[in-house]
T-cell receptor, first 111, second 116 residues
């Protein structure tokens, strides 16, 4: 069945460092891909999405490109801030029409 | 708009007790969902509903029941609580129309449940 694999955390960075959180997927057909963010004590919020190969989703300085050839959707940000500290979830919506989530990656940004 | 609200925020249950987790959305969304999030794991879908009066099982429905009598409310019922149901529970909703493309799910803040 469909699945999402994302890098283990926690990821600890200094402010203004470059961020990459890896995400790969397994799915039949052409899934849509998402990154959700969960700030402490809150529910998940959609961060960005991409619906077809080579699409780039972007929001709040974060970017991710839908790479069908490598079945990947890595999240990147050029300069992280303390306020970016959160748990980041990669997810896909495939043939079942339901969201399949990865295990989440905790990002801690230190001043 | 309050969005998706959940009550309670925290709850401790004894084994065998029952409780209902409440979820309400004020966005007139047709789809609603219940997920559980275990430590170090992704979210798992428990039940979902495509509209009032219609519910269906997700990936991990055992030990739970749901109902959807109104568009706004989607309560999750735990009967005979077990330690394996210790988790964080999230309710979500979305506006999903045929061939509408990719719809965003809006999540509530979660209910942290401990069964001892």
């Amino acid at each position: 069945g469909d699945s999402v694999t994302q890098m283990e955390g926690p990821v600890t960075l200094s402010e203004e460092a470059f961020l990459t959180i890896n995400c790969t997927y397994t799915a039949t057909g052409y899934p849509s891909l998402f990154w959700y963010v969960q700030y402490p004590g809150e529910g998940l919020q959609l961060l960005l999405k991409a619906t077809k190969a080579d699409d780039k989703g972007s929001n709040k300085g974060f970017e991710a490109t839908y790479r069908k050839e490598t079945t990947s959707f890595h999240l990147e940000k050029g300069s992280v801030q303390v306020s970016d500290s959160a748990v980041y979830f990669c997810a896909l919506r495939g043939a079942t029409n339901k969201l399949i989530f990865g295990t989440g990656t905790l990002l801690a940004v230190q001043p | 708009n309050a969005g998706v609200t959940q009550t309670p925020k925290f709850r401790i249950l004894k084994i065998g007790q029952s409780m209902t987790l409440q979820c309400t959305q004020d966005m007139n969304h047709n789809y609603m969902y219940w997920y559980r999030q275990d430590p170090g794991m992704g979210l798992k879908l428990i039940y979902y509903s495509v509209g009032a009066g219609i519910t269906d099982k997700g990936e991990v429905p055992n030990g739970y029941n749901v109902s959807r009598s109104t568009t706004e409310d989607f309560p999750l019922r735990l009967e005979l609580a077990a330690p394996s149901q210790t988790s964080v529970y999230f309710c979500a909703s979305s506006l999903t129309l045929p061939r509408s493309g990719d719809y965003e799910q809006y999540f509530g803040p979660g209910t942290r449940l401990t069964v001892t």
